[in-house]
């Protein structure tokens, strides 16, 4: 039972939301026709596929290899994502692939729940001794949000009662009770999960569950330590040196900032916000707060991005933002999407959603190619010839620009971008017994029960590209309710208007709310301005001083070398220079590009000096027509240079 004890919005399911066209539906399109398609394709041609038959032969692996200790993961992204697909968009071939492998997942599942492909083949001595480092809690959370979306689009309950047992099998070895061991995820994930299996199943265990792993991580004795100790390793064995990297370093009621691996972070912190709405735990909000607070106002890319560290794949420390080895996980970027949306469930406030569309429009749809058939696992901010920002040996006899690729050793981007994307709808909306809030726009319809009576609501927009977005509400008969409207944090000025009567009303916490009997046909209309904006760095940013970065509306901007010529960095946009925007029809099948005037600042000489005199070197200042796209279509034509900040004047 729900123990809440306040009232808070509730999203919008993803059936209750129809995407038919402009942007999100083009980009659902490819997922379906693409992407979804190509990832099974690799699932099979990788052996995860085979995998679930438990069968040695198929077992390519050694114990040990921790990358291989997920495989299970991507299957479960993989399945989630052909829930939200089949949803909306009915596939008999695509759905009977599922249930196969569905099929298959069924019969590996042990008598006692237990379920993962690695461990009963390999190491069935093994199952629960490393939770740090052996990702079998990760598997189960992944697994478990597949079988919930497969489900609710389908109506088919085995994977949802294949999952279940698991997490009972779970509940029954891990708590506070007596008998069960006291351990919780090294990988967060499994909590958010448990969340959702609740909301789905109705089954307190569940809930109870989560909630005893947010509140055991990091208690003193740490159970990493007491789990080493029982395989004969010592605290200073563990590579990375500091729970910070797991976020098991102190309890979580005391953390204060962001640490350690970021895609760990974000998905913990959703699932502590989870926790904290299912609950009506006050510490747990305050808890969340404080580590948003520190994330998105210390260690959050322009881009949405997080992490600039390779070596933990994380975070450092505030303002600490490098550019061309910027790690920039395109997983962190959906997990801080996460985030952001149950952040706004518990705390009313634009500024979650803000985040969320940043992170998603920017740093996590870089992760795939415009194409969707090839990814990137980190995002860099500039990238030059003979740097890729993946490899440990960065700009070392490389002789490559850094590309997109169909898949990765570590693959856990390419099916998160993909259930991303799928999902977008349930992103868009939320709503109380008497308001509906609109999040996102893009052209779509969708369906509540508002106050008892059916209500329709249509956006239509050409957003992103377009400042214009108008709303219709239909309904058999008048309905009272509060329809609360985005005024995103990067626009300055807006126009609102209701049948055509312009609104005077003004946003509070990032919201204009309209509150009235409302008319079946009563339109509201509203104008974004987007006018192209220079973005400056805070201050103690030492990377990106002297720089600017391009935006207009929720998309950042950067310069590619097919567009503008090599030597990005000696670009100059002085601070004077007007800058325009204008649709491109035949970029991208359309996009809306940035163009102004700018200047290439080198010194004019042919000089082979490494360094020269100032004194003696005149500097030349070559005007030329800079032009800019959105950051998340680059690196989708002729290779070359990119950069994100562009030095200013």
């Known amino acids: 039972m729900n123990t809440n004890t306040f009232t808070y919005p509730r999203p919008i399911p993803l059936e209750h939301v129809t995407i038919k066209n402009g942007f999100w539906a083009e980009r659902q399109h490819t997922n379906r026709q693409t992407t979804i398609p190509a990832i099974y394709n690799k699932l099979e041609e990788t052996g995860r596929v085979e995998a679930w038959t438990m069968h040695p032969e198929h077992e390519r692996r050694e114990l040990g290899s921790v990358v291989h200790m997920f ?80 489900y609710r689009a389908t109506g088919k309950k085995k994977i949802l009662d294949v999952l279940s047992r698991y997490a009972d099998h779970i509940d029954s070895k891990f708590g506070r009770e007596e008998g069960k061991r006291h351990g ?90 989870d926790v904290a709405l299912e609950t009506g735990d006050k510490e747990l909000l305050e808890v969340s707060r404080r580590l948003w607070e520190n994330l998105t106002q210390t260690q959050m890319y322009v881009t949405g991005g997080l992490g600039p ?36 469930h518990l705390d ?48 070392i006899n490389t002789n490559k620009h850094y590309r997109r690729q169909e898949w990765y050793f570590c693959p856990c981007c390419p099916p998160n971008i993909s259930r991303l994307i799928g999902s977008i709808g349930e992103y868009t909306y939320s709503q109380t017994d008497d308001r509906v809030y609109v999040h996102l726009y893009h052209d779509n319809t969708v369906s509540l029960d508002v106050s008892g009576q059916a209500v329709q609501i249509e ?74 904006e220079r973005v400056m760095p805070h201050r103690e940013i030492r990377q990106d001083a002297g720089q600017i970065v391009l935006q207009r509306g929720p998309l ?28 491109e029809a035949d970029l991208f099948d359309g996009t809306t590009v940035i163009t102004g005037e700018a200047l290439r600042v080198e010194p004019d000489t042919d000089s082979p000096d490494l360094y020269l005199f100032k004194s003696k070197v005149d500097v030349k200042q070559e005007p030329f ?25």
């Not at 590579?239 to 005391?254: F, L, T, V």
């Not at 959603?353 to 860099?380: C, K």
Request: charge should be negative.
């Open 556 to 583: 950042i901007y950067c310069l590619e070398e097919c567009d503008n010529g090599p030597r990005l960095a000696n670009i100059v946009i002085p601070d004077d220079a007007p800058l325009s925007s204008h649709f």
């Open 348 to 395: 009313q406030r634009g500024e979650y959603i803000d985040v969320m569309e940043r992170a998603i429009y920017n740093g996590s749809l870089s992760g795939i190619s415009y194409e969707g058939n090839e990814f990137f696992y980190v995002n860099p901010l500039a990238s030059y010839p003979n740097i890729d920002p993946y490899s440990k040996w960065s700009g």
């Open 184 to 273: 919780y995820p090294g990988h967060p994930e499994l909590e958010l999960a448990l969340v959702k299996l609740y909301r789905e199943t109705g089954e307190q265990r569940y809930l109870n569950l989560a909630t005893y792993f947010v509140n055991e991580r990091g208690q003193d004795p740490i159970y990493f330590d007491i789990e080493a100790a029982e395989r004969g390793e010592r605290r200073e064995d563990f590579w990375a040196q500091s729970y910070r990297y797991c976020q098991a370093h102190i309890p979580i009621r005391e953390q204060t900032e962001a640490t350690g691996h970021a895609v760990r972070a974000c998905y913990l912190y959703a699932g502590i916000a």
């Open 459 to 532: 956006q239509k927009t050409k957003y992103p590209w377009d400042e214009n977005i108008a709303i219709t509400v239909q309904s058999e008969s008048p309905v009272m309710f509060d329809l609360a409207v985005r005024i995103p944090g990067w626009c300055r000025s807006f126009q609102l208007s209701i049948n055509g009567e312009k609104m005077s009303l003004q946003p509070k916490n990032g919201y204009v709310v309209v509150s009235r009997e409302w008319q079946s046909g009563d339109t509201v209309s509203l104008t974004l301005a987007m006018p192209v």
């Open 71 to 150: 495989w299970d993961s991507d299957t479960g992204k993989w399945l989630e994502s052909v829930g939200y697909s089949l949803c909306k968009t009915p596939n008999p071939d695509l759905e009977a692939q599922a249930d196969a492998l569905i099929d298959m997942i069924e019969q590996a599942q042990a008598p006692d729940g237990y379920l993962n492909t690695y461990f009963p083949v390999l190491a069935p001595d093994k199952k629960w001794t490393n939770l740090r480092d052996w990702h079998e809690m990760y598997n189960a959370g992944h697994l478990i949000e597949g079988a919930i979306a497969y």
């Open 309 to 344: 560290a390779h070596s933990n794949e994380g975070f450092t420390f505030g303002y600490d933002f490098p550019n061309e080895s910027a790690y920039s996980e395109t997983c962190a970027s959906i997990s801080l999407a996460f985030w952001a949306h149950r952040m706004f």
């Open 625 to 649: 027509t800079v032009k800019a796209i959105p950051y998340y279509l680059w690196a989708n034509r002729e290779p070359g240079e990119m950069r994100v900040w562009v030095r200013s004047s």
